[in-house]
């Protein structure tokens, strides 16, 4: 039997997750951020670390964002099977919600309706949404306000498959080293390995959604996250770019199956305001 949800109940949720993630971040950034400031091993580092961590403190402590951009509003939907909405359009009820939290947070509208245009739509809409349909009669919501500081510095690679394991490692070099201090590091680096020219990005935003602590199933994965965060810390860009042994957070690499003739890479760069938020209805 399908489990009916108003889409009312999506519009809420949303409104209520895109203040929240701009305004709290998850307690697994947190820690990053203070473990960092702890073993930092530049002065001038360990001082931008600590005016990072103080800004967290400050902004839940006064309700106001962490960031002054607020982002693109990014929203993942794992829609069980036996879940009938009603009540409305969804992907407006989601656009309502982003409409409505932006509103009422007093976030800052950054999304123009046309690229060449630019126009700006004055509420934060449209949001950018993927759905995928999973088993169950329950909705897990993922809003991840994505910064354009960081996505600009973001990059694919249509690797060959002779270019191997070493190709994927020197992709994720390139793409970090060349974004230095325009992604506002440190960073957390997301990674989408395989699948099709727009999975693979995909595979790397949903990256960047995962708890830092999240271990990858596969062994091997396991091990390219672990040596390509200290290969990235070795590069010295540091924290703001100033220099440091802290350029990134964490990386994160989410894999899929792909063609005999491909491996595509993507590096979804975040800042260290790495937001997102989850909730299930």
């Given at each position: 039997?399908?489990?009916e949800?108003?889409v009312e ?17 998850t307690q697994d950034?947190?820690e990053?951020?203070?473990a960092a400031?702890?073993r930092e091993?530049?002065?001038?580092g360990r001082?931008v ?5 103080e ?5 839940e402590?006064?309700?106001?964002p962490?960031?002054?951009d607020?982002?693109?509003?990014v929203?993942f939907?794992?829609v069980?099977?036996?879940v009938?909405?009603?009540?409305g359009d ?9 409409r409505?939290g932006?509103?009422d ?20 809409t449209?949001?950018?949404?993927y759905?995928?349909?999973?088993p169950?009669d329950q909705?897990?919501i993922?809003?991840?306000p994505?910064?354009?500081g ?8 249509m ?5 191997g ?11 970090v080293?060349d974004?230095g201090p325009?992604a506002?590091p440190?960073?957390v ?12 990005a995909l ?11 999240d271990?990858?199933?596969l062994?091997?994965i ?6 390509m965060?200290?290969?990235?810390n070795?590069l010295?860009?540091g ?13 994160k ?7 005999i003739a ?8 975040c ?11």
């Amino acid at each position: 039997m399908a489990r009916e949800i108003h889409v009312e109940e999506l519009t809420k949720n949303i409104r209520e997750m895109c203040i929240e993630t701009n305004l709290v971040l998850t307690q697994d950034m947190k820690e990053a951020l203070e473990a960092a400031e702890a073993r930092e091993q530049s002065p001038w580092g360990r001082q931008v670390l600590d005016q990072l961590c103080e800004n967290l403190r400050v902004a839940e402590k006064e309700m106001i964002p962490i960031c002054q951009d607020t982002g693109m509003a990014v929203i993942f939907l794992e829609v069980g099977q036996d879940v009938h909405f009603f009540g409305g359009d969804l992907t407006e009820a989601v656009n309502e919600g982003v409409r409505q939290g932006y509103a009422d947070g007093y976030l800052r509208n950054s999304v123009v309706g046309d690229p060449l245009i630019r126009k700006n739509t004055r509420d934060n809409t449209p949001a950018v949404l993927y759905t995928e349909i999973v088993p169950g009669d329950q909705v897990k919501i993922t809003v991840a306000p994505k910064g354009f500081g960081s996505e600009n510095m973001s990059r694919i690679f249509m690797l060959k498959p002779a270019d191997g394991i070493e190709g994927v490692k020197e992709a994720i070099l390139t793409a970090v080293r060349d974004a230095g201090p325009n992604a506002c590091p440190p960073m957390v680096v997301g990674v989408g390995i395989g699948g099709t020219f727009e999975q693979c990005a995909l595979l790397a935003k949903r990256a960047l959604t995962r708890p830092l602590q999240d271990k990858s199933e596969l062994s091997h994965i396991r091990r390219l996250e672990k040596e390509m965060t200290e290969q990235l810390n070795k590069l010295g860009i540091g924290p703001g770019g100033l220099g440091g042994t802290t350029t990134v957070l964490a990386v994160k690499i989410n894999t899929a199956a792909t063609h005999i003739a491909g491996l595509p890479v993507a590096v979804n760069i975040c800042c260290h305001v790495n937001r997102h938020c989850e909730r299930t209805i």
